[in-house]
């Protein structure tokens, strides 16, 4: 269907007002009622006429009767209804507005002057010459269609299109507004709608005008001698003008787009500085020099003039180049742009005191640093310094501004500890400033020296550290060739009694002390991160699932233990047994922090990355973490208890009640665990541990190595076996337990107490070697180097270190050599089981 055809409405006549104009329109009524009375007259006067007469009464009052309710309903009126619709008729015509009323159907019904001028009539009506009117034009028709389509909807739309030629003397074309609107009209079911055309070319081009102005204005703006600037109440740069976009080497789009703040174009601390001002609602303003940051990484030095506006919600910001168009205007006072700009931009603090000890003027860095970017004119310098220090602090800054303001020295630097956790510190160095006069008596320096008190922290700690570290690495290798022996004979003589043996209770003490004193050395090893980790990929949730019983009977009865852990817990890559070790040290603290009872609760869920990004902690590195939280509802810890809790040796405990190695020896798991460790206590509200191990994407690796742990423990209830073990081992007593513990398994075993004696053995052996079983740490040849010399004549044959150290300590000087490690001490059936095992290996 063709557009025209689409919009083609059925013409009709065109004025439904009736003809009738005032009388006229009565007059021949009016005349046959005179002849009949004169017929009724007549043939009254000839007497004949009685029954016709009492006839033609009856006739005329039945008319009269009509009449009068003809008069009554409307539908006979006297006097002025002609000129009422001339008058109306002249009154649309007279409009600027084209009208045109037409039922939905698209019948038109009327039409003024206005619309005929503008249309014509057209063919059959002025529908069909709006038609006619529009169709040279596509954009026209195109509107004159959907206005068609909202007229018999019923529904109001107006369009605005361009038309015919440009006007003599004009540059543009005509343009004209069409809309159309329903009518309500109580007798018509159907509905009439209203069309209007109005001219809007001289309206358009009025604001085609006014807006050619305010370009021009625009272009004036952007080439002003200054730089200028909407600043949002966050520091975002709402708008920039083109200079101040061109000194920073960008854009006003690209600022707008990018969403550029005051501070990404302003270095230092004098953008957060002027952000201030726009917490202000009484029009605050505000002047400083600073260095404008350059797209290509360059500075410009630059003044800047900043004015809140009323709403209290941003700034305007007006931008002087100091040192290109704006320098002739500040050339006289060349030497103080530069102060100034050196002021301002200082990494430190600086603030000049007055006699009177108030702050004279300071820089951005000292308002961020000690009044949390407020302007600090006027304001007492005692009271910012000392707003958030003890009274001993206070009364050191008392002293040190009265020194200084009186112009005598103060050489020692004051220290301020503030913040909730007391860690933010700084340093601030005070002189007396002679040259000033009374309005400048006195010059402070403020330095952050939170961060150096960190590092100096960590240094001390790990001074501590390496002293503990070196002191276990000393004892543990000989310290645990003892208790290996010890251990491994109370097995081998257990095997030998009864449990019902006088003696057997006697061995049970000796191995359970010895047990004892491995845990210590464990200990000690842990806090120096040295202790020897048999690292596995671990569920935690299914290590607290399984340990929860053992847990709670551990807890006591008066406590209540709630053990809550997220689904799809990732898996770590840490002990299994160390870690269940740094609970129960974890919860020995919790429990004594409740000697009336209370609750512990451990969490476990996953930490993913975005999250960990929110964290404040200076070593914490992000990632992807899983955190297990234990807290407890117990009396809690001071701040200066916290500072201490991991230091070796350190313990609130009564004598003999502790060792002060539990927590330490946690920290060093989580740490060579790769984790992170982080306390959080107050006094009479309880203390909760926060450790985050790093996620370990292991699944794969995790469905490989639970049926191999279920084959180990299948294999390890049968100790027995056959084969030839080389026994390699310096300290004679172990090597004399070890050996004949794995006689009684069935194995033979060849002795050897060096590496260079275990080369000779093997050349004698003529290589029938099955597995080597061989200490690290030995005099002549150590471990290392022994596994390199076997692996020459035989590659594919099977080693077990056996070492105090961790493995860690030589792993990476084997590179890629295959070998498998156990920790000492070790008991008779873990070594038993551990040769089993390899030699089970393929």
């Known amino acids: 269907m063709r557009e025209h055809d689409a919009i083609e409405l059925p013409s009709a006549p065109f004025d439904a ?3 009738m104009q005032g009388l006229g329109s009565y007059l021949p009524t009016v005349g046959a009622i005179v002849i009949g009375a004169l017929i009724a007259l007549g043939v009254v006067a000839s007497g004949v006429g009685t029954p016709v007469l009492v006839a033609m009464l009856v006739a005329l009052a039945t008319v009269g009767l009509f009449a009068l309710f003809a008069y009554s309903a409307g539908y006979i009126r006297f006097g002025q209804r002609a000129p009422l619709v001339d008058i109306v008729k002249a009154a649309a015509d007279g409009l600027d507005v084209g009208v045109m009323i037409a039922r939905r159907d698209g019948e038109p019904l009327y039409a003024n002057a206005t619309f005929e001028a503008l249309v014509g009539r057209g063919e059959r009506d002025q529908l069909v010459g709006l038609q006619q009117f529009l169709t040279g034009d596509a954009a026209a028709s195109a509107a004159l269609f959907r206005l068609t389509r909202a007229a018999e909807r019923g529904e109001p739309l107006a369009e605005e299109f361009a038309v ?20 309500a009209v109580e007798r018509d079911p159907s509905g009439l ?11 358009r081009q009025r604001e085609a005008t006014r807006i050619a102005g305010v370009e021009v204005q625009l272009a004036q703006f952007d080439n002003a001698p200054i730089g200028l600037a909407s600043v949002a109440a966050d520091g975002t740069l709402l708008h920039v003008n083109g200079t101040l976009a061109r000194w920073i080497g960008h854009t006003p789009r690209a600022v707008v787009e990018q969403r550029l703040t005051l501070a990404d174009i302003a270095s230092g601390d004098g953008a957060a500085l002027v952000s201030h001002l726009t917490g202000s609602a009484n029009e605050e303003s505000a002047t400083l020099d600073v260095d404008l940051a350059r797209e290509d990484g360059r500075v410009m030095p630059a003044r800047l003039l900043a004015r809140a506006v009323p709403s209290g919600r941003g700034l305007t910001v007006a931008v002087v180049d100091l040192a290109g168009e704006g320098a002739a205007e500040f050339e006289g006072d060349a030497a103080g742009a530069r102060f100034a700009r050196f002021f301002q931009s200082a990494p430190f603090g600086i603030a000049m005191l007055g006699s009177d000890g108030r702050i004279v003027s300071a820089n951005s860095a000292f308002c961020r640093m000690l009044l949390d970017g407020a302007a600090g004119t006027g304001i007492s310098a005692a009271d ?29 630097p004051i220290e301020i500890t503030a913040g909730a956790k007391r860690d933010h510190v700084t340093r601030v160095f005070m002189s007396p400033f002679a040259a000033g006069g009374a309005r400048e008596a006195a010059i402070l320096y403020v330095v952050d020296a939170t961060e150096q008190k960190a590092l100096e922290a960590r240094f001390a700690q790990s001074q501590k550290m390496e002293v503990v570290g070196k002191l276990a690495g000393g004892i543990a290798h000989d310290f645990n060739n003892m208790l290996t022996a010890i251990l491994g004979f109370s097995d081998m003589l257990l095997t030998m009694h009864r449990p019902k043996d006088v003696a057997y209770k006697d061995i049970m003490n000796i191995k359970s002390s010895a047990n004892r004193a491995a845990e210590l050395v464990r200990k000690l090893l842990a806090l120096a991160r040295q202790q020897t980790l048999q690292n596995e990929v671990v569920n935690l949730g299914e290590v607290l699932s399984d340990e929860s019983s053992l847990l709670k009977r551990y807890l006591g009865e008066k406590s209540e233990l709630r053990i809550e852990t997220a689904p799809d817990l990732w898996y770590v890559m840490t002990d299994k047994h160390e870690f269940v070790q740094a609970l129960f040290n974890l919860i020995t603290n919790a429990k004594d922090a409740m000697p009336d009872g209370g609750t512990l609760t451990i969490r476990a869920r996953n930490v993913p990355e975005r999250e960990s990004q929110k964290f404040e902690h200076r070593e914490f590195v992000h990632g992807e973490y899983v955190l297990i939280e234990v807290g407890d509802t117990g009396h809690g810890m001071s701040r200066e208890v916290m500072d201490k809790i991991f230091e070796p040796f350190f313990t609130t405990k009564a004598v003999g009640k502790g060792t002060g190695l539990g927590l330490a020896s946690v920290y060093g798991m989580v740490k060579q665990s790769g984790g992170y460790i982080y306390p959080e206590s107050e006094v009479g509200k309880g203390t909760t541990f926060r450790i985050y191990l790093p996620r370990h994407n292991a699944e794969k690796d995790e469905e490989a190595v639970a049926p191999k742990e279920r084959k180990r423990e299948q294999r390890a209830a049968d100790l027995t076996g056959t084969g030839r073990v080389l026994l390699v081992e310096d300290e004679e007593v172990v090597r004399n337990f070890a050996a004949r513990a794995l006689k009684r398994q069935g194995y033979k075993v060849l002795e050897a107490a060096s590496g260079v004696e275990a080369l000779e053995v093997m050349e004698k052996s003529k290589g029938k070697i099955d597995i080597v079983v061989s200490d690290v740490v030995m005099p002549e040849m150590d471990g290392p180097t022994l596994l390199k010399e076997l692996r020459k004549k035989n590659p594919d044959l099977k080693i077990i270190f056996v070492s105090g150290y961790p493995n860690d300590a030589f792993k990476a000087a084997l590179g890629d050599e295959n070998f498998a490690f156990l920790p000492k001490p070790f008991s008779l059936p873990q070594l038993a089981a551990k040769v089993k095992e390899e030699l089970g290996r393929e």
Request: proline residues 8%; glycine residues 8%; positive net charge.
């Open 17 to 19: 007002i009736t003809p």
């Open 164 to 183: 015919g030629r440009p006007l003599p003397g004009e540059r543009t074309r005509r343009t004209l507004q069409l809309s159309v609107s329903p009518i």
């Open 193 to 203: 709608v209203i069309w209007r055309l109005t001219d809007v070319t001289a309206d």
């Open 384 to 412: 910012a310094l000392g707003r958030a220090a003890d009274p001993e602090t206070r009364a050191a800054v008392d002293e040190g501004l009265k020194r200084v303001i009186s112009g005598r020295v103060h050489n020692v």
